[in-house]
């Protein structure tokens, strides 16, 4: 079992900059492929960005590449997502999950474990 919780969260202006933050606790952490999804009401939630066990692959959706970056520090079982640049549409709900599988994958129903998620608001 691998618990999941969010930080980092808040209201911000366009432009501005925040760091979201996951920390996991439970079994062998840093064997997950960890990711960050977003979800606004009556959407889907769908992935950011995914980063694999090692950090040394990782997957951006299109609309924040070049503004968000993930990254990890396996010996704090820690996932960040520091998203810069952000923009109204960054709006969301943002959850932190974690997937067995061992390989990118942007699938949510390929992720095993959730946080319960932090809101981000970002006003124009």
């Known amino acids: 079992q691998v618990s999941l919780v969010e930080s980092g969260g808040g209201v911000v202006q366009a432009g501005d900059s925040l760091r979201l933050s996951c920390v996991a606790s439970?079994?062998?952490?840093?064997?997950?492929?960890m990711a960050w999804f977003r979800q606004t009401p009556g959407k889907e939630r769908d992935a950011v960005a995914v980063?694999?066990?090692?950090?040394?692959?990782?997957y951006y959706a299109d609309s924040v590449k070049g503004r968000f970056t993930i990254s990890r520090d396996n010996a704090k079982n820690t996932v960040y997502l520091e998203m810069n640049s952000l923009k109204p549409e960054d709006t969301a709900i943002y959850y932190c999950?974690?997937?067995?599988?061992?390989?990118?994958?942007?699938?949510?129903?390929?992720?095993?474990?959730w946080g319960q998620g932090t809101q981000v608001t970002v006003s124009s």
């Open positions: 999950a974690a997937s067995i599988v061992t390989i990118i994958t942007s699938n949510r129903d390929r992720y095993n474990y």
């Open positions: 980063i694999s066990w090692s950090g040394g692959n990782t």
């Open positions: 439970g079994r062998t952490y840093s064997r997950y492929t």
